[in-house]
């Protein structure tokens, strides 16, 4: 079973900027679809961010021009750039991976994730 561990949540003020990263325990590690997920609380589950094997990109239209999603596969690690935040970026932020041969691009989230991350949390003071 893969293991994905998020890091880089904090606190910071309207307007700072966070990077996060999630670290894939599997070598070599190639998911279809891998992405970045928030729940704030008494709120769903939203997609943010995820970029697919061909580096196609998908991104949540609340972040788009601010979030930047990208990985390093000689790493196995998925990054989040986070700029300009907002208090309604305060959530938990987890990463999570898709196997079944899904794209991720132009808004598209795929439903059905096969392994999530425990998830970082950020919180952004106005």
Request: hydrophobic share 25%; with cysteine.
């Amino acid at each position: 079973q893969v293991q994905l561990v998020e890091s880089g949540g904090g606190s910071v003020q309207t307007g700072g900027s966070l990077r996060l990263s999630c670290v894939s325990s599997e070598s070599n590690h190639r998911p279809s679809c891998w992405g970045w997920f928030r729940q704030a609380p008494g709120q769903e589950r939203e997609g943010v961010a995820a970029i697919d094997k061909s580096g196609d990109t998908s991104y949540a239209n609340s972040v788009k021009g601010r979030f930047t999603v990208s990985k390093d596969n000689t790493k196995n690690t998925l990054y989040l750039q986070m700029n300009s935040l907002k208090p309604e970026d305060t959530a938990m932020y987890y990463c999570a991976g898709e196997t079944g041969g899904a794209h991720c691009r132009d808004g598209y989230f795929p439903v059905e994730w096969n392994y999530w991350g425990q998830g970082t949390q950020v919180t952004v003071s106005s």
